[in-house]
DNA sequence: TCCCGCATCATCCAAAGGGTTGAAGTCCTC
DNA sequence: GAGGACTTCAACCCTTTGGATGATGCGGGA
């Protein structure tokens, strides 16, 4: 008795590695790959694997949690096991809100991630047990330290302003605030206004 | 005298707290409960409450405005009180325009809850006062109606998502993405995305 | 003192976003 | 079946945003 499961990870690299340890294993069968959350969709609504080992970032395209919603809506829904390389405790919470079956940290053994896998099919949930904790508690992983004129502007943009705007608003030009802007991109780990601004009010840092 | 009331709300507990509150005070008489809009029609046919006092989210089933506007048609009509917990201001003018007597927060004191029963059943308009002048300004420009698809549009935007991300996960072109965006910044008033996030959150469209 | 983080500003460039016009197809209503 | 709302798409143009790089001045701590 095998357990199907199908792959979504945009770095083919990994999904090559992930394939490589689950195909070691006799206990777990890969039935597909997608690189892109809209294709696990179409594939999972297919191959109808038991679960579904999706990574959290997805590049373009519908992101992990997005994604798990839409996999957890499917009939017969299979188990969605979130792959992260960052412990993010907003996205992780999002994603297992969103119905998945837990997550687990891209540096974790083989064995765990085929355990969990396993866990999974069977309904458990499954947390990576350093974070497990953490969650349960309701604790937050540390927050990039924003500086105080960061959160001024993060605050503006979050009003809409554009970026003339908020150099107005705080009497200094243009480039001030893009060069503000860039390193709270960099912080939140974002391209664009839009994205820090829901990931601001996602970790409640505005 | 004593006003009869309608109970609707679909977590027991807050019936159960609701009924205490108000078989405490002797002006008016709790004749039922319901948990679902469906069952608060029956009830309300059968029982003809003066006032129904109704959960603006009710799970299950229809919501608190399409069970407002329901429980309008019937004859008698009872006055319909709206319960919510937060201050969103399109939800609440939806249910003013279903003909809801008005809304109270869930938070409010036990005796604004009876004062406000008391003031529906003589068909006086109750709203909380910190809303009630937003409410007045709403009513003279009323917020602009988005379409199905706008709104899909809208919630995705506010996870950051570009016009790609969006064109992709709604399975159409960045062409269609730009012309829903336009119709959309063109009814809420605004020009940039941002804004329209920010617009949205503030009046509860999303 | 010297280094580092912070805030400030500048320039250049590519990409994304936004505005406009026009159009085709569907669905519903009058 | 005519009209209207909605959704879909395209092509054009212009503005804004974001990325890269570099520079200045200020303050606190090793």
Redesign the interface.
């Known amino acids: 008795m095998t357990t199907t499961v199908l792959l979504v990870d945009d770095h083919p690299v990994v999904r090559s590695g992930l394939r490589a340890v689950l195909d070691a294993a006799d206990t777990v069968r890969v039935v597909g790959e997608a690189a ?3 294709e696990a969709l179409v594939l999972a609504a297919h191959l109808h694997p038991e679960v579904v080992l999706c990574d959290l970032r997805l590049g ?4 992990g949690i ?1 994604t798990t919603a839409a996999l957890r809506a499917l009939d017969p829904a299979p188990a969605v096991l979130i792959l992260t390389t960052f412990d993010r405790d907003a996205e992780i919470l999002g994603a297992i809100e969103a119905g998945a079956a837990g997550y687990l940290l891209k540096e974790v053994a083989p064995d765990a991630i085929i355990d969990g896998i396993l866990r999974a099919a069977l309904g458990d949930t499954v947390l990576a047990p350093d974070l497990a904790s953490r969650v349960l508690k309701g604790m937050r992983s540390p927050l990039p330290r924003l500086t105080e004129r960061e959160i001024e502007v993060l605050r503006l ?6 970026n003339k705007e908020i150099a107005r608003a705080l009497f200094v030009t243009e480039a001030t605030v893009k060069s503000h802007l860039v390193h709270i991109f960099s912080k939140l780990g ?1 391209d ?8 601001a009010q996602q970790t409640g840092l505005i």
């Open positions: 892109t959350g809209e373009r395209g519908i992101d997005q943009l979050a009003t809409g302003s554009t974002v664009s206004r839009s994205r820090a601004i829901h990931v």
